[in-house]
């Protein structure tokens, strides 16, 4: 029986390199240049509702440090896209704080990657590609079963943040007194809380479930707090989440790039989190700087694990 499932876990293993091979195979072939950047950062990414890893290390002067590893690599690419101004991507571990669940781990494989000169609904469009030729790799077709579903992937559902709201629970994600009422009949809330923390609520546990439940789903146009380093139009955050049945395997932006808009964003998400962890987190002036000279562009990360999740049918990230 040992040597079964090692066979097992030993195909397994090939089948997921096909993934990244076709990963890599698809951003060649459409012009895109592999990057790596630094894991380790003196300065943590700045996102709501996501906390980075500090640790210390030490020279060999002997001079102590502390350093973060990167939730995403992010800000370093921005870097390298504002000098380079061309389209790129990146395979690596990233590490978030406060994670553990069937879908959350603290050390993750993610997919990043930014179009110079793509709009949201490029971006989507370049998200679709990728679902697809993942699974044509595996599958010589592009529809997969996860679940007991059948996902043809050629097929998508796109939906506003507002949409869904009102398609699933009847109420706006505008309208704040009454998706308190809402929470407060769902979960027999009696106390004030704030705008942020309602959203939060209704769109995870009453919204997402029901994401992407027949097709490939992009649910865009987000509530400017939730949209830390996207442009805003219209009072919109332009940026998408991909779904498929109620998993979220990919974050995509129409990326800001005003620094001083971004400076003011960063600012306001120190001192939040300085009054959830009692620590004041830094900027790194050089990323801002960059800014200036970031051309018009989309970025998106796609978790790979959960990729695989959904590629190799299994309900639990933990089995990957």
């Not at 895109?32 to 980075?52: C, G, M, R, W």
């Not at 973060?68 to 704080?97: C, G």
């Not at 027999?188 to 994401?211: G, M, T």
Request: net charge negative; aromatic share 14%; hydrophobic share 35%.
């Amino acid at each position: 029986m040992k040597h079964l499932d090692c066979k097992k876990q030993d195909n397994f293993l090939f089948e997921k390199a096909k993934v990244l091979k076709a990963i890599r195979n698809y951003f060649d072939s459409t012009g895109a240049i592999e990057v790596f950047t630094d894991i380790l950062q003196k300065h943590p990414n700045l996102d709501s509702n996501i906390y980075p890893l500090k640790l210390k290390a030490t020279n060999s002067s002997g001079e102590e440090r502390s350093y973060y590893l990167h939730t995403s690599p992010e800000l370093q690419m921005k870097k390298l896209l504002a000098k380079y101004k061309t389209d790129i991507y990146q395979i690596t571990k990233v590490f978030r704080n406060f994670e553990g669940s069937k879908k959350h781990k603290i050390e993750f494989a993610m997919l990043e990657w930014y179009r110079v000169g793509y709009n949201l609904d490029d971006l989507m469009d370049d998200t679709q590609n990728i679902f697809i030729e993942t699974a044509i790799s595996l599958y010589k077709k592009p529809i997969i079963s996860y679940q007991g579903k059948t996902f043809d992937l050629r097929k998508v559902e796109k939906i506003t943040v507002d949409e869904a709201f009102y398609k699933y629970t009847g109420i706006y994600s505008e309208d704040y007194s009454k998706m308190i009422d809402f929470l407060r009949e769902k979960e027999n809330i009696k106390q004030e809380i704030p705008y942020e923390e309602v959203f939060f609520r209704i769109y995870a546990f009453y919204v997402e479930p029901n994401l992407g439940n027949e097709n490939l789903t992009f649910i865009y146009d987000y509530p400017p707090q939730f949209s830390a380093m996207a442009k805003i139009e219209n009072n919109k955050g332009k940026r998408f989440e991909a779904y498929i049945n109620g998993l979220e395997l990919v974050n995509g932006y129409f990326e800001l790039t005003d620094p001083i808009e971004q400076e003011k964003r960063f600012i306001e998400d120190i001192k939040q989190k300085e009054k959830e962890t009692g620590e004041k987190y830094t900027i790194d002036k050089e990323f801002i700087d960059a800014l200036k000279y970031l051309s018009e562009c989309s970025g998106a990360s796609l978790g790979i694990d959960r990729l695989f999740m959904v590629l190799f049918d299994k309900d639990n990230i933990w089995e990957i």
